[in-house]
C-alpha cells in the first residue's frame, strides 16, 4: 500500500536546456528505509536528490510525502534535511551551537535546546566536544557533526549527497559503519548518494542503480551483485566478466565452444545471451583439469588475492585467487554452475567484461611482467 512509502516518485522527467536528465523515474522509498542512488558522474542521482528535497521542481511527474503531492512546496516546509558534500558548518560556532542552531531558529526553550544537542552528540558518538572549535576538527567530526544538526530537527527523510568523498579510506570505511548505526537507532529514512560500488553495498538496505537519467535496477545489496539485470550493472557492481554465450536449453549454456551446467533456464533454445562469472567464483587448476584453457597474461598482488588477467581464446579474463600464477602460465579455469549468471542481450551487450584494455594499462604501469619480478629477485639473491 502507498502509505508505505514515505517518498514515492512518479515518473519524474527533468529537462536542463533541452537535455533530458532524468528519463521517466519512478521510485518507492519506505519508512526507515537506508536507500542509495548509486551510478556514475552525470547519471542523474543527485538531481533526484534535489528533487526529493525541493531544491528543483520536474520537469514532468509527481513527488509524494506520505501519498500527499508537494509540488511547490519548499525545502524548509518539507520533512527533509539534506547534508552536502561540503558540511557546510558554521566556523564562528562551535560544535554545540553549530548542533543547537536549527532548534534555536525554532525559538525551542533552551532546557530542550540542552537535552537534545546532548543526546544527538552522544548518538554521533562527539560527546566532550561542545565546546570544541570546528576549525579544530578532523574531516570525520565534522561530518559528525553535520549529521548531528541536519537530525536534531527531526526529519522524515535524511537526503546524503556524497558526504564521505572528502574522507581518506580508513575514515571512510568507519564512517560508512557510524551513519548506517546512527540509521538504525534514530530510525529515520536515509536517501544516500554515491559512486562508490562498496559503500552501496555495505550499507544500504535498497541500491537504485543508475546510467544516463534512467533506473537500471532497484534491488538489496545481496540481488543487486548477484542477479545483475545487464551489463552495465554487472561491469559496475564489482568486477564481472562477461562473455557472449547460448542458452542450448534450460541449464545449459554453451561459451568459447564447450557447453557448460548452469542454474537459469526461461530462455529460448539457441537464444544469445551474455554470461556473467565474478572473478571470484574462477578456480585455477591444471589445464587437463579445466573446463576452459587460458594462458596468463598478467598478475597483480592484492594483499589477500592475486588478480590474475588471462587469455581464453582472445578473451581476457580476471580471476581472483590465493594462488599465484605467473605470468606465461597455461591454466585451466574450472567453473561451478551456480557461478553462472545469465541476462538478457541489451544495449550494454559488447561494452563490458573483456579485460584486455585492463591488461594492458597493468603492464604499461608496471613496466614488469610478475616473472620478471621473481627472476630479478632470484638473481639478487
Known sequence: MQNNYVV??????????????????????????FVTLLGPSGCGKTTILRIIGGFLQPSEGKVLFNGTNVEGVPPYKRQVNTIFQRYALFPHLNVYENVAFGLRVKKCKEKEIDEKVRKMLKTVNLNGFE??????LSGGQQQRVAI????????????????????????????????KNIQRETGITFVFVTHDQEEALS????????????????GTPEDIYNEPINAFVADFIGESNIID??????YKVLLDGVVFDCVDKGFEEDEAVDVVIRPEDVDVVAPEKGMLKATVTAVTFKGVHFEIIADVQG???????????????NIGLYIEPDAFHIMKKSKYSGMFGDY??????????????????????????
Open 8 to 33: 514515492t516518485l512518479e515518473d519524474i522527467c527533468m529537462n536542463f536546456q533541452g537535455e533530458q536528465v532524468l528519463d521517466h523515474i519512478s521510485l518507492n522509498i519506505k519508512d526507515k528505509e
Open 131 to 136: 565546546n570544541r572549535d570546528i576549525s579544530h
Open 148 to 179: 548531528a544538526r541536519a537530525l536534531i530537527n527531526e526529519p522524515k527523510v535524511l537526503l546524503l549527497d556524497e558526504p564521505l568523498s572528502a574522507l581518506d579510506y580508513k575514515l571512510r570505511k568507519d564512517m560508512q559503519v557510524e551513519l
Open 203 to 218: 550499507m544500504s538496505d535498497t541500491v537504485v542503480v543508475m546510467d544516463n537519467g534512467v533506473i537500471q535496477q532497484i
Open 245 to 250: 554465450g547460448r542458452m542450448q536449453e534450460d
Open 315 to 329: 578473451f581476457k579474463w580476471m580471476i581472483q585467487s590465493t594462488d599465484i600464477s605467473y605470468v606465461g602460465d
Open 356 to 381: 584486455s584494455t585492463f591488461s594492458d594499462e597493468m603492464e604499461e604501469i608496471s613496466g614488469i611482467s610478475f616473472s620478471e619480478q621473481e627472476d630479478n629477485t632470484d638473481a639478487q639473491a
